[in-house]
């Protein structure tokens, strides 16, 4: 079983940064693809970023090119959400998902592990 925990959410002004970790036990994180979603009350989830299990290759959701980037440390068996120019309406809370392959996808169900969430609040 992995488990995955997310940490570094909070409270940032428009303009800020933020960097999200996600941690992960249980197994090495080193087959697996990752991504990051965000999902508001009410509404579905959605995707933010993902990365192949390499890190050699990455994909990121239209809202947020040029402003995230997603990496991953496969010796802590972290993966990581560096946020820059956050908008208020990257407002949500953020979740952290493994995929048991090698290649990701932007598409939440094709994820088998998912974090508990972290909220992330920019204010105006």
């Known amino acids: 079983q992995l488990l995955l925990v997310e940490s570094g959410g909070g409270l940032v002004q428009a303009g800020g940064s933020l960097r999200l970790a996600c941690a992960a036990s249980?197994?090495?994180?080193?087959?697996?693809?990752m991504g990051w979603f965000r999902q508001a009350s009410g509404k579905e989830r959605e995707f933010v970023a993902a990365?192949?299990?390499?890190?050699?290759?990455?994909d990121y959701a239209d809202s947020v090119k040029g402003r995230f980037t997603i990496s991953r440390d496969n010796a802590k068996n972290t993966v990581y959400l560096h946020m820059n120019s956050l908008k208020p309406e990257d407002t949500d809370v953020y979740y952290c998902?493994?995929?048991?392959?090698?290649?990701?996808?932007?598409?939440?169900?094709?994820?088998?592990?998912w974090g508990q969430g972290t909220q992330v609040t920019v204010s105006s």
């Open positions: 249980g197994r090495a994180l080193n087959t697996y693809a």
């Open positions: 998902a493994a995929r048991g392959s090698v290649f990701y996808s932007d598409s939440p169900a094709a994820y088998d592990y």
């Open positions: 990365i192949r299990w390499s890190g050699t290759s990455t």
